[in-house]
């Protein structure tokens, strides 16, 4: 054993949270002696390394901004065509069924990522920022110090028994967690979903197997191939994933109480599953089998953690943590708001703070983001297959998300106590409209008769709804966010009301008590296209 190298952080795992936390680190405290042990060894694969292909705009804007990587993602990477719906279960006819989504690109950007590449870039800037990244490293035990000792991370790096004395470990080793074992923090969190996936090295474009010119033409461009396309029915949901490797993620996501585990676990499973429910998503990955990169399945993907930060001067972060559910892709949103909290944590160390306070608040915030974000995945996957209960799920989730956790993100108001503190009663009240919301969506479904028309809810023809998107990166001073989270609030209060306008006018039974009912009606829901 070599003797212990002493250091500022040691960050267990150098996949997309450690590294993106290495290079927040470094851009905030240029001093900072900064040590990363990843098990993988680079250059890692492109197409077939990892899954969390899709980013929305938290995420997007950490990678873009935070982080300085713009010219990267649109030079090595998919300017997304944002995310698409077909309610399409048992239908090659995809153009006789309804969709969701935009016909022109929203204004505030996103990407699809190859994991291979863009892992293999942030190692690249890591080491190019004087951050030590050991790869070929695996970690083997944390000790952690009393009081203020240091802490002492056990690895192999190639081979060789070493030793890191550090004053913070952050474990970002994904769902390895070796302080999540260490302290006992795993914990269920009532949502329990399955998922297979594969790549095939190919563009799988839908834009190419529907050859009616008036649905092509809906979008314009029309390369509906660069969205993140769901295909959705009763319990389950599909995705189509571009990579800018040129290859194609598919995924199944399920509900095991639905569409068993063992009914897809393996890739000629998973096609015969796809043959019966998505058809034309079959057709095409039969075409290609023959470039087939990889078959891989996870069992119960989503779960808690007890705790993540602690006044003793370690964290999780990234699934490390937490993991919810990749439907609206919040993957990398969770890691940009955790690594946020850990890079502020440091920065209170740095000041000689005290810790403990300020690792129990900024717990409570990101656990009050996680549960509220749970809350739009868990026990919703049976509406999935309904085309306007489903078209209106998300045009509300997407409304909460944007008028509320994004505008705390991207006005970089997520450590701001005092407004946090002020706003307690409006962000409290969105929550909870939030959650009433999801329950009135389940009584919905239940009552409904299940349209699904030949037609386009076209997101880009609501003039409020591209405005909130276009206004995320609007500069604001205290007044004007405060401002904006209350107009957020009126927003989801008129939606509500209107969406329950629209329930009642197709289901007169329905029970609709405790939800907004006066609402704006000079602005359209939807303007649909035939």
Known sequence: MNPATT?????????????CLALQLRQRFADLDIVVLERNTFPLPVAAHKVGEST????????????????????????????RFFWS???????????????????TPTWQLDRGIFENHLAERVRAAGITLHAGAVARGVDFGAGEDPHEVRASVEGEDRVFASRWVVDASSRSSLIKRKLGLAEANGHDCNAVWFRIDTCLSMDEWIKDTRWQQRCSPPERWRSTNHLCGEGYWVWL????????????????????LDRMNTFERALDWLREFQPIVADACERHRDKLLDFRFLRGFSHGCKQLYSGDRWALTGEAGVFLDPFYSPGSDFIAMSNTYVTELIALDRANKPLGPYARLFEQLYRSFYENTMSLFRGQYPIFGDAEVMSMKVIWDYTYYWAVLCQLVFQNRLTDTALLGEMQAELAAASQLNRDMQAFLLRW????????????????????????????????????????LRQGLE?????AATTVARAKAACPQLDCSGL????????????VVA
């Not at 982080?67 to 990477?77: F, I, M, P, Q, V």
């Not at 927003?491 to 939606?495: P, Y």
């Open 7 to 19: 250091h500022d952080v040691v960050i267990l795992g150098g996949g997309l949270a450690g590294l």
């Open 56 to 83: 929305v705009e938290i995420g997007a804007n950490y990678f873009e901004k935070t982080l300085g990587l713009r010219e990267h993602l649109d030079s090595a990477h998919i300017r997304k065509f944002g995310f």
């Open 89 to 107: 279960e048992g239908r090659r006819d995809v153009e006789n069924v309804t969709e969701l989504g935009v016909s022109v690109v929203l204004p």
């Open 241 to 260: 994933i571009p990579l800018g490797s040129g290859a194609h993620s598919v995924g199944i996501v399920c509900d095991p109480s639905i569409h068993p």
């Open 445 to 484: 479904y239940a009552a409904s008769p299940r349209p699904n028309a030949a037609i386009m809810f076209d997101q880009r023809e609501l003039d409020w709804f591209v405005e909130l998107n276009a206004r995320l990166h609007d500069t604001l001073d205290d007044a004007g966010v405060r401002e904006r």
């Open 491 to 495: 927003q989801m209060r008129n939606l």
């Open 516 to 527: 907004p009912t006066q609402a704006d009606t000079s602005t359209p829901l939807f303007k």
